[in-house]
């Protein structure tokens, strides 16, 4: 397995931030296998959507419906409505594999790899791609 951790900056409120790139230059090169896509954080996500459309301002007004900061929930520290933020890895997963055939992502032609981080709270976030060939 190949592997690198590296660090997004945020924008310090809810953004979807496109990874597609620096993914396709990670497993340029490395053959046939499995990119495995994680973020070790409780509060944010990975997703393939299409991005530059108004989908992923659409995902994240999605999720302010499903998850609203408010005070609701129970846990409190942080901003406000910062559990909600705690609950979003139950429906955006904090990884994602996508197949690559001789160094080249199988994605659609209109998906991209995204981090979702609706959590105001933090500037920056750890990634980790992992190739398995």
Known sequence: METELFTVATPGHSAVIDLTARAEAFVDGRGDGLLSVFVPHATAGVAIIEVGAGSDSDLLDAIEVLLPRDDRWRHRHGSPGHGADH???????????VPVIDGELQLGVWQSIVLVDPNADNRERNVRFSFVG
């Open 87 to 97: 609950v979003l890895p139950a429906f955006v997963s904090p990884s994602t594999v």
